[in-house]
């Protein structure tokens, strides 16, 4: 019994060449990792994730007019915050909120002291129908401040601008009568994104590690927009409603 499982072995190591053997070692790394993707779900990174979102929303693929690449730090508010992008079609508009590590859970205030445990999906996408013309979709969900720190905040972006547009000033006057003045940022031609950091909740809840972010508080607000050229001209001054969810 030896000497015939000696000669197998000695034949098989005769079979196996070198040039064998990593093709052998390539095939099953190629399994495992396969194996591995699929049991994450088949994740996608970046643009491919929130092609596959579009596909999976009946969409065909819009003009991409803002990215949110997401953030490093997973620690307090950072680890809310995720992969964002917009992108444009002839009449809707897309938000795709894609994966940043995990799945995390967050403090919302349902009344007077008390608070609700929410679940952060995964990823997932709003749609927006639009009219003509110029427009304002707000984000949902908090978005990172664009200079790179740890805050949170509600972000907007007005599309459909001027081709000339270089920036311009968000005027607001929220249901709690305060006025708000958002400058914003050129993403892609004739789109502008504003933020506003998140001040009006608690960062953390009673000493957990939660985060508390209150409702977004944009949408179903009238809105003055100024907007300008790069040399700092007046482009036009627009008056709207910025969008909201339909009820039912």
């Not at 953030?71 to 964002?84: M, N, P, T, V, Y």
């Not at 639009?130 to 664009?146: K, Q, S, Y």
Request: proline share 6%; aromatic share 10%; with cysteine.
């Amino acid at each position: 019994m030896r000497e015939r499982w000696n000669r197998a072995r000695l034949r098989l190591n005769g079979l196996l060449t070198r040039r064998r053997r990593i093709v052998l070692d390539l095939l099953l790394t190629a399994a495992v990792l396969g194996l591995t993707w699929a049991w994450s779900g088949w994740p996608l990174p970046g643009e491919a994730a929130f092609r596959r979102l579009e596909r999976q929303n009946f969409l065909s693929p819009g003009e991409i007019v803002f990215h949110q690449p997401g953030g490093r730090d997973f620690s307090g508010a950072g680890r809310l915050a995720k992969e964002i992008y917009i992108s444009l079609g002839e009449d809707w508009a897309a938000v795709g909120y894609l994966d940043n590590q995990g799945d995390y859970r967050y403090m919302k205030p349902v009344g007077p002291g008390t608070y609700t445990m929410v679940p952060v999906e995964a990823q997932w996408m709003e749609l927006w129908a639009l009219e003509p013309g110029p427009v304002v979709v707000p984000l949902l969900f908090p978005v990172r401040d664009p200079e790179g720190t740890d805050a949170l905040g509600w972000g907007a972006a007005a599309l459909r601008l001027p081709a000339e547009t270089a920036g311009g000033v968000l005027r607001l006057t929220d249901r709690e009568g305060r006025e708000h003045v958002l400058t914003g940022a050129r993403c892609e031609e004739g789109a502008l994104w504003f933020w506003e950091v998140n001040d009006r909740e608690k960062q953390y809840y009673e000493g957990t590690n939660l985060y508390v972010l209150g409702p977004p508080w944009m949408p179903g607000l009238d809105y003055s927009l100024e907007l300008y050229d790069e040399a700092g001209e007046a482009v036009a001054r627009l008056d709207g409603t910025v969008l909201q969810e339909r009820e039912g």
